[in-house]
């Protein structure tokens, strides 16, 4: 049985960068798109940014210009790389796939 797993949180300060990974285990993402959500303490998940199964991007407007997903050529990894990191940024940051959901990885920005 396949699962997704996140990793590259932690904490930074604010106009710092992160760059979060998502790695697949017991198959690819090849048949569907790829999303990142967020999750604050107190507010309900929300879309960071998608990619399609054919490679195009979407992102939410708090982060355009801001985040970068992208995705390996063997289709076991996305990414997101987040740059100008604010406090609003603080939260749970989650990859979902499918029916598949990762533990998600905490990003904490403050000074």
């Known amino acids: 049985q396949g699962h997704i797993a996140e990793s590259g949180g932690g904490f930074v300060q604010p106009g710092g960068s992160l760059s979060l990974s998502c790695a697949a285990s017991?198959?690819?993402?090849?048949?569907?798109?790829t999303t990142w959500y967020r999750q604050a303490p107190g507010k309900q998940r929300e879309l960071v940014a998608t990619?399609?199964?054919?490679?195009?991007?979407y992102y939410a407007d708090y982060v355009k210009g801001r985040a970068f997903i992208s995705r390996d050529d063997a289709r076991t990894t996305v990414y997101l790389q987040m740059n100008n990191l604010s406090p609003e940024d603080t939260a749970v940051y989650y990859c979902?796939?499918?029916?598949?959901w990762g533990q998600g990885t905490q990003v904490t920005v403050s000074s």
């Open positions: 979902h796939y499918e029916t598949y």
């Open positions: 990619i399609t199964r054919s490679g195009q991007t």
């Open positions: 017991g198959f690819t993402f090849s048949t569907y798109g």
